[in-house]
């Protein structure tokens, strides 16, 4: 129960009968304000459990529940009380020692969002593809690994890089995980890369920026060298154009 619901319990000393009712006072515990007050209780619960996730998902070794609090700066018991709710929706779960980690319910969501992203970055892979004349993608951080989620190849070239959505690699390997690194890094400039994922295949791609909660990169494959002086500024205007549109 919020404050002002308790304020008008019957621990207030009696009213005063020749004394007029103060009209702010009534306003200030009036109905609204008790369902005011218990929206901040529920926009505050709501925060924490956000946080607690953001929390979770950053320490790959997860979290002990006194941990989680110190971090939150709230009680262990309010944070069992978020605990007890995100596990009951598969957000979070407990491991054998106990540890805070991610549930499978996110890759739930993760996959649900995963096609409206790819919606989004596709009128910029288009124009990326058709003006490098190369195999354009977008490719996305999942479980530590770069996930080529869409990809778009030119319509104009005799030959091209076939490259399959879906295809994993490792974020230190091609240009296109090394430049989500680089975004990490807070670096924007495009990469370039030469057979480190297929032998004969180049990239060139630049980080997908300010996008909160997203890690991606957008990049070009050719099977011929890419001058990143050229390609460079249009990898960078499609990574440009996709972080406003997914924004």
Request: charge should be neutral; glycine fraction near 14%; aromatic fraction near 2%.
């Amino acid at each position: 129960m919020d404050a002002t619901a308790r304020s008008g319990g019957s621990g207030d000393p009696p009213a005063n009968p020749a004394t007029p009712a103060d009209p702010a006072l009534h306003r200030a515990t009036g109905p609204a304000d008790a369902v005011a007050g218990r929206g901040g209780e529920t926009s505050q619960t709501l925060d924490r459990g956000l946080r607690l996730l953001h929390l979770v998902a950053d320490v790959s070794g997860g979290l002990t529940v006194t941990e989680a609090a110190n971090r939150l700066g709230i009680g262990r018991a309010a944070v069992y009380r978020l605990v007890t709710a995100l596990t009951g929706h598969g957000m979070l779960r407990r491991d054998g020692d106990g540890r805070l980690r991610l549930g499978a319910g996110l890759l739930h969501l993760a996959r649900r969002a995963q096609p409206l992203l790819a919606e989004g970055a596709l009128p910029a892979l288009r124009r990326l593809a058709e003006q490098a004349g190369a195999t354009a993608h977008l490719t996305v951080v999942e479980g530590g690994e770069g996930v080529a989620l869409a990809v778009v190849e030119p319509s104009w070239t005799s030959f091209h890089v076939a490259y399959r959505a879906g295809a994993r690699h490792p974020l230190e390997r091609g240009a296109a995980g090394r430049a989500i690194l680089a975004g990490r890094a807070g670096s924007a400039e495009p990469l370039s890369s030469s057979g480190e994922l297929q032998a004969g295949a180049y990239g060139v791609a630049a980080p997908v920026l300010g996008v909160p909660g997203l890690e991606a990169s957008v990049g070009v494959v050719a099977l011929a060298p890419l001058d990143v002086d050229s390609i460079g500024p249009e990898v960078l205007a499609a990574a440009r154009a996709i972080a406003t549109a997914l924004s």
